[in-house]
């Protein structure tokens, strides 16, 4: 399996920007997914994840109320939706498969990982 984050680029704070991930094949539709940033020299942390079937998502507080986490099992899509920018949301953003139908917020519940798309915010 292959997943392919798209979407990243360099945007203003207060911008917004909708991040990608597609499935190499449909893979994933029963499971959840989870979206993951990591930030120069520090540590991959969770961004947001949503159930098997959309139905439930959770965020990571940091961007609570900024973005939304969406899923289009038919297409083999997971969005992020991103609004209000901050040049601390500047990272490496990778989408994950999780284990399961319902995902927590650790890397070790996810399986397989996008190669992962750059978003800077400037100031």
């Known amino acids: 399996v292959q997943l392919q984050a798209s979407g990243g680029g360099l945007v203003q704070a207060g911008d917004s920007l909708r991040l990608s991930c597609a499935a190499s094949r449909r893979t994933g539709t029963n499971n959840a997914m989870g979206w993951f940033r990591q930030a120069p020299g520090k540590e991959r942390d969770f961004v947001a994840t949503?159930?098997?079937?959309?139905?439930?998502?959770n965020y990571a507080d940091s961007v609570k109320g900024r973005f939304t986490i969406s899923r289009d099992n038919a297409k083999g899509v997971t969005y992020l939706e991103m609004s209000s920018l901050k040049p601390e949301d500047t990272a490496v953003y990778y989408c994950?498969?999780?284990?399961?139908?319902?995902?927590?917020?650790?890397?070790?519940?996810?399986?397989?990982w996008g190669q992962g798309t750059l978003v800077t915010v400037s100031s």
């Open positions: 994950a498969v999780g284990l399961r139908a319902f995902a927590g917020t650790a890397p070790k519940d996810y399986r397989y």
């Open positions: 949503i159930s098997w079937n959309g139905g439930i998502s």
